[in-house]
């Protein structure tokens, strides 16, 4: 494969600033989620058990447990770990020495102390999915950043080491895992509108927080949203095995489809920032020649390639047409498409049954695995390879040790992440090797490894459940108004990316079932009934447009609806509501219905948070910073720091230094004096790597 140095460095602030997004959103909503008046205080997690210190740390891996020697309780430390992995993110983001496995490694340890508390509002995907790309930009980042007059990004390794690739092919390995899983469990899960290919005509309307996008996109015709579920079972599940594709046009093809499918889903879905991450994860399908292709290829006269070249050119391009010919002619047989040209519609329908897709899932999945094996040891090949090429005894030995190390980390990640992928097919799951499942159950808990599956089953077939929570002073008069999830019929549907307001998620899958199986919900009630601030915050920033801002209800319910979009041409309103019934009964504090639901889940305050000193220096600046945020809604942050990184940006590339270019004659004589190599995908490594083991030395360049 081509050189990557320049998909890694946008991989790395790919990740810095999904961390960015993810701290900062979380931070705005600590105090109501997990602070000593929130729904589910982060201190009733925590609670020593007579273990030693290390055992503590390692059973249950949060920097939480040191918070009271800071004098903080387990939300101020929330709070003290989401500022620091902010900046450290939005460092990492804007400065290329900050793009360091330490930097990494911090933010990835801020975010799972943060996850072991976070209980059943970090229990995302997307967390897993974070965490687990995190702990690889600890792997990819580079121990030592070269000097930035050093930089080759048109294709040349001058100042790579021959690892540098190896714990990036861990990137490409997640993606295919993410995307691979995500299209196979539609199947799997029996699902009648996957099945039918009608999911769509569904899915824009009830997923958790629409876009104004998802109104026009429910109103398209049917045919075109099975035609679209059609594209999303190619894109996930045909195309991923294509990231491992020898040929790079097929690679670049992946990455393009990739693309295309999560934008659309940004576009019409408020998913935070997992989108944004699965676009990151991506990067590992570019290479440093499609990124910055070198300038003045095209004055460069063009000579004539040898026959083995030409040859290779010639069964690439053979391969490739093969391939695209096979996903034509599979996609038109699978789905039967056929062309309505009276209706000028494309109809599809699925052609096989469930039994012959599991017994395919079956036969495919161990494969998959293999293939995953086979482009591993490729890799360590052209990392081998690369190393012999290694001038000098000192750097070769500093070369091996870390060939070494990452290799063994690399082949370690890789064997780990088999077994959650096999979770999708039960018979090669019980297949894997044992070594596999106790090296995965040793760190499991670190979540270095995840199974995905998104969009599993379509909810809402009949309508959009939705829980609708009231208060009232009198019994009579009932209103609460959130601000992002659907309430109010003729507000629209807001735009609230990167942002997640884990409150409105959470009451989305409240919805899905009685309010039992969603315990914290008579936690939200208890508090709205006491009048917490922190809580009224996650449901109205701007604490006066909540109507018991002066004084708490008396009474507390919740109604469960049926939503449905509005139809085109019905002026003013977005949906359409038809009450169901009564999702929790109206009660007040004291109510005997109240109490035993909090007996029943354990939500009753038996330990009052121990009091702390107000007066510690680092606590009062954490108040004085909450206050002066509090005003700001999150979203209004985070665009904000947006705004920010790319101002930033715009003045360090207008007042940093440019990188000289050589001209094209000299770099003619540079291209000639280059000692030859065999043709191959290795030939992209030819140059020697740097030694690490010492600055400021100079890579030699030796003629044969």
């Keep these: 494969m081509a050189s990557s140095r320049l998909p890694r460095q946008l991989f790395l602030q790919g990740v810095a600033a999904v961390f960015l997004f993810a701290f900062a959103s979380l931070y705005t909503q600590i105090p109501g989620l997990y602070g000593t008046e929130g729904i589910l205080p982060a201190r009733r997690t925590l609670r020593p058990q007579g273990k030693g210190p290390w055992q503590q740390l390692w059973e249950t891996p949060t920097l939480l447990w040191e918070a009271p020697r800071l004098g903080l309780d387990t939300a101020q430390g929330l709070e003290l770990l989401s500022l620091v992995g902010t900046l450290l993110a939005l460092g990492a983001l804007l400065l290329r020495k900050l793009r360091h496995p330490l930097v990494y490694l911090l933010l990835w340890a801020a975010y799972l102390s943060v996850y072991q508390v976070g209980q059943v509002f970090l229990y995302f995907q997307w967390d897993s999915l974070l965490l687990e790309t995190g702990f690889l930009a600890v792997l990819v980042a580079p121990l030592r950043q070269p000097p930035h007059h050093k930089q080759q990004p048109q294709g040349g390794l001058a100042g790579a080491s021959p690892h540098e690739g190896l714990p990036f092919w861990l990137v490409r390995w997640l993606l295919f895992r993410l995307m691979f899983a995500s299209g196979v469990v539609k199947l799997t899960s029996r699902c009648p509108v996957w099945w039918g290919l009608t999911a769509l005509t569904y899915h824009y309307e009830t997923q958790c927080l629409p876009t104004p996008a998802s109104w026009f996109a429910h109103h398209l015709p049917v045919w075109l949203h099975k035609l679209s579920v059609v594209a999303t079972f190619l894109i996930e599940i045909a195309v991923p095995p294509l990231f491992f594709a020898p040929v790079r046009r097929l690679r670049l093809a992946a990455f393009y489809s990739q693309v295309l ?21 991506t990067t590992a399908l570019l290479d440093d020649k499609h990124l910055a292709a070198e300038s003045g290829n095209s004055r460069r006269k063009k000579t004539p390639a040898s026959w083995p070249k030409a040859l290779l050119a010639l069964l690439a391009l053979l391969l490739e047409l093969t391939v695209y010919g096979l996903l034509a002619y599979g996609t038109v047989h699978y789905f039967g498409l056929e062309v309505d040209w009276e209706q000028y519609a494309v109809h599809s329908r699925t052609t096989f049954t469930f039994h012959q897709f599991s017994q395919w899932l079956k036969m495919v999945t161990l494969p998959t695995m293999w293939l995953g094996g086979a482009s591993l040891a490729w890799e360590l090949l052209a990392a081998f390879w690369r190393w012999t090429q290694v001038r000098g005894w000192l750097r070769k030995l500093c070369s091996a040790v870390q060939l070494s190390i990452f290799g063994t980390a ?6 780990v992440s088999l077994v959650p992928y096999s979770y999708m097919e039960p018979s090669t799951h019980g297949r894997l090797w044992t070594g596999a499942h106790r090296l995965f159950g040793a760190v499991e808990h670190l979540q270095l490894a995840n199974s995905y599956g998104l969009f599993r089953r379509m909810t809402g077939l009949g309508g959009r459940p939705e829980v609708v929570l009231e208060g009232s002073y009198d019994g009579h008069h009932w209103t609460i108004e959130f601000m992002y999830k659907p309430g109010n019929v003729s507000r629209p549907p807001p ?29 939200l009630v208890l508090c709205l009934l006491q009048g917490k601030e922190p809580v009224i915050r996650l449901i109205q920033n701007d604490v006066a447009r909540y109507p018991f801002h002066k004084q708490p209800p008396t009474y507390v319910r919740a109604q469960r609806y049926k939503y449905w979009f509005s139809q085109p041409g019905e002026q003013g309103q977005w949906w359409r509501r038809q009450w169901v019934e009564e999702f929790f009964p109206p009660v007040s504090l004291g109510d005997p219905t109240l109490d035993q639901l909090l007996r029943q889940f354990g ?15 680092l606590t009062q600046a954490l108040h004085w910073l909450r206050k002066q945020l509090s005003p700001l809604e999150a979203p209004t942050l985070l665009w904000g720091l947006i705004l920010a990184v790319g101002a930033v940006r715009v003045m360090q590339s207008l007042l940093g230094p440019r990188p000289s270019r050589s001209s094209p004659p000299a770099r003619e004589e540079k291209h000639r004096l280059a000692p030859k190599k065999d043709p191959g995908a290795a030939a992209d490594h030819a140059a020697p790597a740097p030694n690490n083991c010492s600055s400021g030395s100079q890579t030699s360049r030796r003629k044969k």
């Design 603 to 617: 939500l009753q305050n038996k330990s009052p948070p121990r009091a702390r000193s107000s007066s510690n220096t």
């Design 261 to 281: 499918l999560q934008v659309l889903i940004i576009i019409t879905g408020n998913y935070n920032f997992f989108n944004l991450l699965t676009l990151v994860l």
């Design 410 to 415: 690399t082949v370690a990640m890789f064997l």
């Design 495 to 523: 735009l609230v990316i990167p942002h997640q307001p884990r409150l409105d998620w959470q009451m989305w899958f409240a919805a899905l079932g009685p309010h039992t199986h969603s315990p914290w919900f008579t936690s």
